[in-house]
């Protein structure tokens, strides 16, 4: 079914794979080297045409266009702004889809809507309203162009099956793209998911793209990578097909994807009225891939990610024949990772069958428009039923549920019981259809990490989610709950013609792309407020670890909770109250005792008791060091922190309560270690964790000479609470000379204020 290439591959006309490269040769008659052949991939000629410099090992990359929602544009707009912008230079789309229904009361959310439609007129941008469609669909339909290139501040920026090659970054690099800049990185290595065969009925895109996930996912082997999807079995998949495998590969913690196009790509363009975005693009005669994932799509089975994660993936079957022992597992899991409530799966388990209480059908991945057309063709003349279970839909945009309206399929699911929402992204984010306590949801959306239900395990309200295809979860609405594989009923399919109409589209959104009105007032609401004043990088460094984490991976939400916290996105101070409350709720305290000591140390001089016992255990050591240049700041330990969102503020926030630096064993994604960097903390690397314990103090010298010069390691000193001093080795990576001025100058704002 799905089978990974130890070593690189070649690609012959798009169709036969060879990783012998004499096999190669012998067969096509090229003989080209890795190097040669790896400038025919389509992801080498997209990167080669936005890069405005001379080397391709070393990109300087311009967007065709951005993107942001409402949880990240107004931070981003307002960096901007400190930092001498004065107009959108590329067309930059603004949507607010994230946080219309958040239950936090006030005016908050809405005042930040009209921040943003306020910054679409003053800067020259485009503002689309809530409700009308969420960020991915609505650039799918009007933004995507075959060759081109889109950044956009959510982590799911994906619009590689349109042939655009789109990155999720932290809202720093749209900062940079908005000053005139460049998005700077090593040119990433490309790997082909070659797709063959026919997926069978009733597998759908999440099925694929799970099956993906899991593959690759624990691994790495696409990390930081390109995917490029190849093979035959492109073209037996419709575009929103596609687009909804495409849109999951973040998951797999990937940097970017692209496909090939073909005509239903073109005729995609053309409903769509931007039949003049569309060209073929395609691998030339023989393209070399660093590596390969291969996919029999005719051996994809339904499937299901349980709770915690996407990748942790088995098949419907799989779970059903296997029910008690792997509910319990990760009943387990749970349990072991969530602080604050406990939950119980098992009793999901009656007679014989795993009962759900939600369905949740939802935004970029599970919103589209033919997975709700499949839905309606399984639930029509059936029943969700009376009971627990309920079943909610939410279309990707209002072009689509215009569309569902009229091809009657909305009356068919909602006559079956189903709840038709507005164009909104919350059940993906924990903002929307929150289960009740102890339920169990299966959802097609993007994530299902803790929290992103809405659950609030330290208030003791704890609901799991796990992820299933459209299809799944209306065979499973089918049977009032019942967990049923959509292959396990007798369906037919029908065929809907997607009739494109952007009428309210025309109608609804203010496109001033070109026409920036110099002279127009922003509107600030009560809780829209300015960064915060975050120092400069000083000679050396002490650091107080405030939070010592030791799960595997750190998510994003981890770091700073999703869901209803986002509502105070444009306030930075308020939000970095919730930084790790729902893993570390001591942590923002404890961080802000170390910002009121440097506060004090800034402001008299003096040195609080602890931090004096600090420095005199580290003269005794024979360590020279010199408080007056030395910031002190927080500092975390995680493995392996940043996977998930793109949101800046699960580095700002940690910023704002005090913190300098992380310590790590790796990074989980490039965008979180870039978050940290525009941040001014330091992404430091640790050879060994048990070096470090909570409370330890660690004392960097010439910390700022270390970063200017990009010295490979260099040494640190441990003080623990007792006084006792042993020296460590840490190191940062690979940094650009822009993100080693970044980080001392304490943040890209103080940044571009001198450059």
């Known amino acids: 079914m799905i089978k990974l290439y130890q070593d690189g591959v070649y690609l012959y006309r798009g169709e036969e794979l060879f990783d012998d490269p004499r096999q190669c040769q012998q067969a096509t008659g090229c003989a080209v080297t890795p190097e040669e052949a790896a400038e025919a991939t389509i992801s080498y000629g997209i990167l080669k045409a936005h890069n405005i410099g001379d080397d391709m090992s070393a990109l300087r990359l311009k967007f065709d266009s951005m993107t ?30 994230h946080n219309s229904l958040c239950a936090v009361g006030g005016t908050i959310n809405e005042d930040d809507h009209k921040f943003a439609l306020s910054a679409a007129r003053k800067y020259g941008g485009i503002y689309v309203p809530t409700n009308l469609a969420n960020i991915h669909s609505y650039n799918r339909e009007t933004m995507a162009v075959c060759g081109g290139m889109i950044l956009g501040s959510d982590s799911h920026t994906r619009y590689g099956a349109l042939g655009t090659m789109a990155v999720g970054e932290g809202g720093g690099e749209l900062v940079k793209q908005l000053l005139g800049r460049t998005y700077d990185m ?69 940097w970017s994807s692209v496909w090939v196009t073909d005509d239903k790509t073109r005729d995609y363009y053309q409903r769509r009225g931007r039949g003049d975005r569309y060209r073929r693009l395609a691998p030339g005669e023989v393209a070399y891939y660093d590596g390969c994932v291969y996919v029999d799509l005719s051996e994809v089975e339904c499937s299901i990610a349980m709770p915690m994660h996407p990748s942790n993936v088995y098949t419907i079957r799989t779970l059903q024949e296997n029910a008690a022992d792997i509910l319990a597992l990760t009943e387990k899991e749970m349990n ?31 919103g589209t428009f033919d997975n709700i057309c499949v839905a309606a063709d399984i639930l029509r003349g059936g029943s969700c039923g009376n009971g627990a279970f309920s079943l909610s839909i939410y279309p990707g945009s209002m072009p689509a549920y215009a569309e569902l309206v009229k091809n009657s399929c909305v009356n068919d699911l909602i006559s079956a019981g189903a709840v038709m929402r507005e164009c909104f992204c919350g059940p993906c984010f924990g903002a929307g259809d929150c289960p009740a306590n102890g339920e169990f949801s299966v959802r097609h959306t993007t994530r299902n990490f803790p929290n992103r239900e809405g659950s609030k395990p330290g208030e003791g309200q704890l609901s799991a989610v796990a992820l299933m295809d459209a299809r799944s979860i209306a065979a499973t609405a089918a049977h009032q709950g019942r967990l049923t594989a959509a292959t396990e009923m007798d369906v037919t399919y029908r065929s809907y013609e997607d009739r ?84 570390v709720p001591e942590y923002v ?104 314990a909570l409370f330890d103090y660690v004392f960097v010298p010439d910390i700022r000479r270390h970063i200017l010069e990009g010295t490979p390691s260099f040494p640190a000193y441990v003080v623990t609470p007792e006084g006792v001093v042993r020296e460590v080795s840490l190191s940062v990576g690979e940094l650009t000379v822009p993100e080693r001025e970044t980080l001392i100058s304490g943040c890209l704002i103080n940044y571009y204020r001198n450059h």
């Open 186 to 254: 090593r040119r990433p290595q490309v790997v082909a998911v070659y797709l063959t065969g026919t997926p069978r009925p009733g597998v759908g895109p999440h099925d694929v793209a799970l099956t993906i996930v899991a593959a690759v996912y624990k691994s790495g082997y696409v990390k930081n990578k390109v995917m490029e999807f190849v093979g035959p079995g492109v073209a037996g998949l419709s575009m929103e097909y596609r687009n909804a495998i495409d849109v999951m590969t973040t998951e797999t913690t990937c």
């Open 589 to 692: 305290e404890r961080s802000k005792a170390v910002r009121q000591a440097d506060h004090h140390r800034r402001t008299t001089g003096a040195l609080d008791k602890a931090y004096s016992a600090v420095y005199d255990a580290l003269y005794q050591a024979g360590v020279a060091c010199d408080p007056a240049h030395t910031n002190i700041g927080s500092t975390i330990y995680a493995n392996m922190p940043g996977d998930g969102s793109a949101r800046e503020q699960a580095a700002s926030s940690q910023r704002i309560v005090g913190a300098s630096a992380n310590l790590a064993k790796k990074y989980a994604t490039k965008r979180y270690r870039s978050n940290c960097i525009n941040w001014g903390m330091v992404p430091f690397l640790v050879e060994d964790p048990a070096d470090f």
């Open 336 to 366: 072991e990772q969530i602080v604050g409530a406990r939950i119980d799966l098992r009793s999901k388990l009656r007679e014989g069958s795993i009962w759900v209480e939600q369905g949740e059908i939802a935004g970029c991945s599970g």
């Open 68 to 97: 942001s929602h409402d949880i990240t544009s107004v931070g981003i707009i307002q960096t901007a702004r400190a930092s001498g912008m004065t107009h959108f230079p590329v067309p930059y789309v603004l949507t607010n889809c």
């Open 500 to 583: 494109y109409n952007d009428d309210v589209y025309r109608h609804r959104v203010y496109n001033g792309w070109g026409r920036a009105q110099q002279d127009e007032a922003l509107h600030f609401g009560p809780n829209i407020k300015e960064w915060p004043e975050l120092p400069a990088m000083s000679k050396d460094m002490m650091l107080r670890i405030c939070a010592y984490i030791t799960t595997p991976v750190t998510t994003t939400d981890e770091l700073i909770p999703s869901g209803e916290t986002s509502s105070y996105r444009s306030n930075p101070e308020r939000l970095s109250d919730f930084a790790l409350g729902r893993c």
